[in-house]
């Protein structure tokens, strides 16, 4: 229920402003979000550790990326802009949490 709950506050925080794209473009919430989502209880326990997490995360987003996007074939539409973005929102999620730790008692 909680994972569940989590999720639905996730989804309420992104914008919706493009009807081609779930996330309007923005990839940076898009890789906090998907950071946020595989930290959730139904991922295995082995998977919500950092490294793998981030690879998780990135070939989640290669999937996305060549299999769901509606602009994957279009010439002006840069997939790796796409998949960096996704990384560093990702990462930088990360970071945060990890300071944040190493800075709380």
């Given amino acids: 229920m909680k994972s569940l709950i989590t999720l639905f506050l996730l989804l ?18 898009a890789g906090a979000a998907l950071n946020g989502a595989l930290r959730a209880p139904f991922v295995a326990q082995n998977w919500r550790r950092p490294v793998p997490r981030l690879v998780l995360a990135t070939a989640v987003s290669v999937a ?42």
Avoid: K
Wanted: charged share 20%; with cysteine.
């Fill in 12 to 29: 309420g925080l992104v914008p919706m402003t493009a009807q081609s794209q779930a996330l309007g473009g923005n990839e940076y919430i």
């Fill in 64 to 105: 996305y990326e060549r299999f769901i996007d509606a602009n994957w074939n279009r010439p002006d539409h840069e997939a790796l802009s796409d998949l960096r973005g996704r990384f560093i929102g990702c990462a930088t999620v990360e970071l945060v949490i990890a300071l944040v730790r190493t800075v709380a008692p």
